[in-house]
């Protein structure tokens, strides 16, 4: 297959042209600085945490596990997107294989599902803790753990898989120009010459699917933990019991409202420059993983005093 750089193809499709910011070049050079150093600190946070929860035998326990999967799903997306996105901006690299570009799609869509997995099974984790705590120990075990991984995994890896294959067995005779940083679904599909159809169904109805059916999930589990907390009579016990879950709610939250901001300049796509939606899911991949470790390190007592041991042992 064949693919030209004026973005006219004689046959079929090799590689595509990432065409990042047309319409505000300029956003290239202001926005390469602080993505590289997003990318650098959820690269380094993320490794920390890691490491961190590894070494430090008091930290071997089932929300920390989960906290593990999350910093590894951070690592993954990061490194499958924001470096391309940074050779575009830097070398413009524009090119992108035709199979890199669906690996690409398929991490982006699947990864995704599975933080928000994980943050499922994470506000179960805070729902047992706090509303049956006597329970905790024989219901959240490292059994339990390993099912749930298991679980996020296969749900995702196989829900998602369609995602990708829909979009290669399309035909692309029109131009390979995507006008995106990144190889997105309907970005790509849209230089079919085929029905897109079943494509866009498809992914509307896996992405409301997973992330609706996680987010319920994660609002019920919590309006439960806040029914259960305003019971409480003992001094200081409802700051202890919502700090248990703060910065676990910080960050859905954050995921949420940039996942539902990033929708709506969608919906409204003719009010708002087609660069923002665009510009909002590069900083979707990037934020979140750099947010994800530091909250918990800052907030979590447990996870800051393994940091210091462990800084202490390498000093």
Request: net charge positive; charged share 15%.
């Amino acid at each position: 297959m064949t693919a030209h750089q004026n973005g006219t193809i004689s046959s079929e499709v090799s590689d595509f042209l990432l065409n990042c910011f047309a319409r505000s070049p300029s956003w290239k050079f202001w926005l390469s600085l602080p993505l590289s150093f997003l990318f650098l600190l959820a690269m380094g946070a993320n490794s920390v945490l890691l490491i961190t929860i590894r070494l430090e035998a008091s930290l071997h326990e089932p929300l920390y596990y989960l906290l593990s999967l999350l910093s590894l799903l951070d690592i993954i997306v990061c490194l499958t997107v924001i470096p391309k996105v940074l050779a575009v901006f830097w070398f413009d690299l524009k090119s992108i294989s035709f199979y890199a570009c669906f690996l690409q799609m398929y991490i982006m869509n699947c990864f995704l599902s599975m933080e928000s997995c994980t943050f499922m099974v994470m506000a179960y984790d805070r729902y047992v803790a706090i509303c049956h705590p006597l329970r905790y120990p024989s219901i959240i075990t490292d059994q339990f753990v390993a099912k749930a991984a298991v679980f996020i995994l296969a749900r995702n890896g196989i829900l998602t898989v369609p995602i990708p294959i829909l979009s290669s067995r399309l035909h692309y005779c029109r131009t390979n120009v995507i006008e995106n940083c990144l190889c997105a679904n309907m970005s790509v599909s849209r230089l079919s010459c085929d029905d897109v159809t079943i494509n866009r169904l498809y992914q509307f109805a896996v992405g409301w699917t997973l992330l609706g059916s996680d987010l319920i999930l994660i609002f019920l589990s919590y309006t439960f933990i806040l029914r259960a907390v305003l019971r409480l009579k003992a001094e200081g016990a409802v700051a202890k019991a919502l700090s248990t879950c703060g910065s676990h709610f910080i960050l859905i939250l954050f995921f949420s409202t940039i996942l539902l901001v990033f929708v709506l300049t969608l919906v409204v796509k003719k009010k708002v420059s087609p660069d923002v939606p665009v510009l909002l899911n590069i900083l979707h991949h990037v934020i979140f993983s750099a947010l994800n470790p530091i909250v918990y390190g800052v907030r979590t007592q447990e996870i800051k005093q393994g940091i210091q041991r462990l800084l202490k042992k390498l000093w």
